[in-house]
């Protein structure tokens, strides 16, 4: 069974630009998550999909924005982009609906900004 | 912000010695998660514990719970060069039904041959 999928795997925008980030999450899980990365700020959570429904948003400015598909694939999308955006964005996805079992993630999409 | 606290922040041993990884957390919880990562990768699931549970075991690790202390603790027996990662506990609220797992700062484990 393939894992989760990421695309881009790395990428360099510049300020003010914006980015879309994609995720496909395993065969069968509906849960998609969406984290941020920094050494500054470590792992947070940004928001969560499920089908098709974002059911719970982290801390960020509405900058930052995502969906999902009907094939639960997932997007996120940052406009504006900031120095401080620059992290690795973590994709999980989850077999369950509810806040049980293990989280799935992807390699990251490592996002600079210059 | 996160709501764990991981200590140590790193830990550096030998092969074959014991690693002792700590967590704290805040907020109640349904569960407690503990990942890895090597470095600039993604994380890998390791062990759950339930917040019902004490004590969880899963080859070399061992996992613990302490929901009075709201801390928790991973101990990795007979390491190897191959466990130098990143460690982070994580936890999923006891309430409500949406994924939101909060993370803690990480333990960075290095073993040297």
């Known amino acids: 069974k393939a894992g989760v999928t990421q695309t881009p795997r790395y990428l360099i925008k510049t300020r003010g630009q914006q980015v879309t980030l994609s995720c496909s999450p395993i065969?069968?899980?509906?849960?998609v998550s969406w984290y941020q990365q920094t050494p500054g700020q470590g792992l947070q959570f940004l928001f969560e999909?499920?089908?098709?429904?974002?059911?719970n948003k982290g801390n960020f400015p509405g900058r930052f924005s995502g969906r999902q598909f009907s094939n639960s694939r997932s997007e996120m999308n940052v406009s504006t982009l900031e120095l401080g955006d620059s992290a690795l964005y973590l994709c999980a996805s989850s077999r369950n609906r509810d806040n049980t079992g293990e989280l799935f993630f992807g390699e990251g999409s490592r996002l600079t900004v210059l | 912000s996160q709501q764990g606290e991981e200590d140590p922040q790193a830990l550096s041993i030998q092969e074959g010695e014991n690693a002792t990884m700590n967590c704290s957390y805040k907020?109640?919880?349904?569960?407690l998660q503990w990942y890895r990562q090597n470095s600039g990768r993604g994380l890998v699931h390791l062990i759950l514990?339930?917040?019902?549970?004490r004590e969880k075991h899963s080859g070399r690790l061992r996992v613990t719970l302490d929901t009075s202390k709201k801390s928790s603790s991973l101990l990795i027996t007979a390491s190897r060069a191959a466990d130098t990662a990143s460690y982070f506990c994580a936890t999923d609220p006891s309430s409500g039904s949406a994924r939101q797992l909060t993370f803690g700062s990480g333990t960075q484990l290095t073993v040297l041959p």
């Open positions: 999909y499920f089908s098709e429904t974002q059911r």
């Open positions: 065969s069968g899980h509906r849960s």
């Open positions: 514990i339930r917040s019902n549970e």
């Open positions: 907020t109640s919880i349904n569960n």
